[in-house]
């Protein structure tokens, strides 16, 4: 491909000025984009289901609305969802074998609004099954690969949309964040992702794992881009009553340079032992960067109850987990095996359909809920989450953000720790509480270690996504790590 084609390397930003001024067109753009997704997916493997013919369908009504000077923001931008989110017409798995062949009949809040904008949907991205992973090895149909190093994995549960924006498949993508499953693979992956506040997106559409965790939220290839994608798809919804009545600002409207007198704090229970000592000496740096921009920075905060915060989560999310998957039994929808009875049937649906670790985070949190050992796990839990959320409080009573590592490790090799779930979960340890206390964050690229991108973690007070953007925007206007792509 010339470089006169390769418009798949444009920003939103960047792309929208074009389009709007005729000198691109949005098939020209979203062809672009599809000839990416064909000379990258044999080695990257993000996406589960391409929506070709649809995406230029859209292309074209686009490129119809934008020569009447007519259309909103992203009106004519590729992008790619993550396969958790319904989708009229177009298969959702959510990376499941009970899914394999479900094409839901509405599509998400989520989706609706970015059909209204006139975004154009590529595909859906591969993703762990249910959600439930840190590395898309957890996929029914087949592992994703980090576009820096194919021998390692993209992070989870969002890593094909993290490896998809990295590869530049298309000009953003949605993803799901749990306990980290935008964050982590957009730091694995050295794209910027943002878990908005819980409330903040609508979650109506969205096939649910943890409903007291899930968050919708945005992969972008920079800051800008991510507050434009912010604004199409933030605000309440009738369908979802967990979603705030809160008004949406315009998040581009904070993007600025200028960070003097910012109150930024360190905790430190998230500079542990067993950490990359490597990340940790690229997240001082970026920390000190964000000093010389003019921020005061206090490296002596502590928040005690995050030594908690990992056994806290995997009681929560699964005993959601457990209730939220009961539906999928083979009866309305979905795999389904035939047997000499209703509940052989039932089960054997079960057991065939779901994998591991999906049975395995089941299992934990249907025993965690059972009698006898609701107080002990599931009520202990939500004290946890209640002191989290106090900590929280009281730090952002004193500082305007947070910033701290976004893992203690960059991309590990595939297969790695495939076998030993713990370690898998540590992956998630700089994350998870986030979740629990319904905080937003942002992730953005921070630096390399042995050519694997660093993401650094930016935290901040419930619905105060804009401070978290004029931060993050003004540390990327001072450094170039997220101007650089892998090479594939």
């Not at 009106?75 to 009970?98: F, H, N, Q, W």
């Not at 965790?213 to 967990?242: R, W, Y």
């Not at 002596?300 to 039994?329: G, K, M, W």
Request: net charge negative.
């Amino acid at each position: 491909m010339s470089d006169t084609q390769q418009h798949f390397r444009l920003s939103i930003h960047e792309a929208r000025e074009l389009l709007r001024s005729r000198q691109l067109s949005s098939r020209e753009l979203t062809q672009s984009c599809l000839e990416r997704i064909e000379a990258t997916e044999p080695s990257v493997h993000a996406l589960i289901t391409v929506c070709a013919e649809r995406a230029l369908a859209q292309s074209d009504e686009a490129d119809k609305l934008l020569s009447r000077g007519e259309g909103a923001t992203l009106m004519g931008i590729p992008y790619i969802a993550k396969d958790v989110l319904c989708t009229e017409g177009v298969k959702t798995t959510c990376g499941s074998r009970i899914l394999e062949s479900f094409v839901p009949p509405y599509s998400a809040t989520v989706i609706r609004r970015l059909d209204a904008e006139g975004a154009v949907l590529l595909g859906k991205a591969n993703m762990d099954e249910f959600a439930m992973g840190s590395s898309t090895e957890h996929s029914a149909f087949f592992p994703t690969h980090n576009p820096w190093n194919l021998d390692c994995v993209p992070g989870g549960s969002s890593g094909g949309s993290a490896a998809a924006t990295a590869s530049e498949q298309g000009l953003f993508a949605l993803g799901s964040d749990t306990g980290g499953s935008i964050r982590q693979p957009a730091g694995f992956c050295g794209v910027v992702g943002l878990k908005p506040t819980y409330g903040r997106v609508s979650r109506f559409g969205l096939v649910a794992f943890g409903s007291s965790l899930d968050q919708i939220g945005p992969f972008t290839k920079d800051v800008e881009d991510c507050a434009l994608v912010m604004n199409a798809i933030s605000g309440q919804c009738e369908h979802d009553s967990t979603s705030a009545p809160i008004e949406v600002p315009d998040f581009t409207s904070f993007l600025s340079e200028d960070i003097r007198g910012l109150k930024i704090g360190v905790p430190r229970e998230y500079f542990i032992d067993g950490m990359d000592p490597e990340v940790r000496a690229r997240i001082e740096d970026a920390i000190s960067v964000l000093e010389r921009l003019g921020a005061s920075v206090d490296r002596d905060v502590s928040l005690p109850s995050t030594q908690h915060a990992l056994a806290a989560y995997y009681i929560i999310a699964p005993s959601e987990a457990s209730a939220n998957l009961a539906r999928f039994d083979g009866v309305k929808y979905g795999f389904s095996v035939d047997s000499t009875s209703s509940e052989m049937a039932i089960a054997n649906t079960r057991g065939e359909g779901f994998g591991d670790e999906v049975k395995r985070r089941i299992m934990l949190g249907t025993y965690a809920l059972s009698s006898g050992y609701y107080d002990a796990y599931y009520l202990k839990a939500q004290k946890v989450r209640y002191l989290l959320r106090q900590e929280f409080d009281q730090a952002f009573a004193r500082y305007d953000i947070l910033v701290t590592p976004t893992s203690p490790t960059v991309a590990f090799p595939l297969g790695s720790k495939l076998d030993d779930p713990m370690q898998m979960y540590l992956s998630d340890v700089f994350t998870l509480p986030i979740n629990i206390a319904g905080i937003p964050a942002i992730t953005v690229p921070s630096g390399y270690v042995s050519g694997l991108p660093v993401g650094m973690q930016l935290m901040g007070n419930r619905f105060r996504e804009d401070v978290l953007l004029r931060a993050a925007y003004a540390y990327q206007k001072a450094t170039d790590w997220h101007l650089q792509r892998p090479r594939l």
